[in-house]
């Protein structure tokens, strides 16, 4: 019992100490990217800096998420995955193999889903600053300049 206490207490400092370091690295990556895009503003125009940036993102967001999706192949895993099967066609084995498969197809396709979720949200937020930029692109260009007398 102790033993499971001091588990329990080391897992919940490491678990908070994680917290902490993605807050930490959150900020810098925020503050990074407020910094390229204020190095390249004056090269490429508002516009061309909220692209790279955003093509930045996207490309990191495209690997982390390839990354995030690969499912690690020890024997270990494969036990358990082998196990679970079982333990799933015992629980379920007075359904049909359709309805299995049905069930297999759904939990797959759930796991899918939370690591697309964040791709999603990426490119909503990329539309959003991409609109926002066109819009003061526009203002921009529909505001006359000072007239120049002849």
Same mark, same amino acid.
């Given at each position: 019992? *102790?033993?499971?206490?001091?588990? &329990?207490?080391?897992? %919940?400092?490491?678990?908070? /100490?994680?917290?902490? %370091?993605? +807050? ?6 925020? @503050? ?7 190095? @390249?503003?004056?090269?490429?125009? =508002?516009?061309?800096? &909220?692209?790279? =940036?955003? #093509?930045?993102?996207? =490309?990191?967001?495209? +690997?982390? @998420? ?9 024997? !270990? ?5 082998? %196990? !679970?099967?079982?333990? *799933? ?10 309805? #299995?498969? @049905?069930?297999? /197809? !759904?939990?797959? +396709? ?12 990426? =490119?909503?937020?990329?539309?959003? #600053?991409?609109?926002? %930029? ?17």
């Amino acid at each position: 019992m *102790l033993r499971r206490r001091l588990l &329990v207490r080391n897992m %919940a400092r490491r678990i908070a /100490f994680a917290a902490l %370091a993605a +807050i930490v690295l959150l900020v810098g990556l925020a @503050l990074f990217n407020l910094a390229l895009f204020l190095y @390249l503003r004056p090269q490429l125009g =508002v516009l061309g800096a &909220v692209l790279v =940036v955003a #093509l930045g993102h996207a =490309v990191g967001g495209a +690997i982390l @998420l390839s990354l995030a999706m690969r499912e690690p192949r020890a024997a !270990e895993i494969e036990a358990l995955a082998d %196990a !679970e099967g079982m333990a *799933l066609e015992a629980a379920n084995s007075d359904k049909p193999d359709a309805l #299995l498969a @049905l069930a297999t /197809f !759904e939990r797959k +396709i759930g796991e899918f889903r939370s690591g697309f979720s964040l791709g999603l949200s990426a =490119v909503g937020a990329l539309k959003e #600053l991409l609109d926002a %930029a066109r819009s003061e692109a526009k203002d921009n260009v529909a505001q006359p300049g000072p007239a120049r007398g002849g």
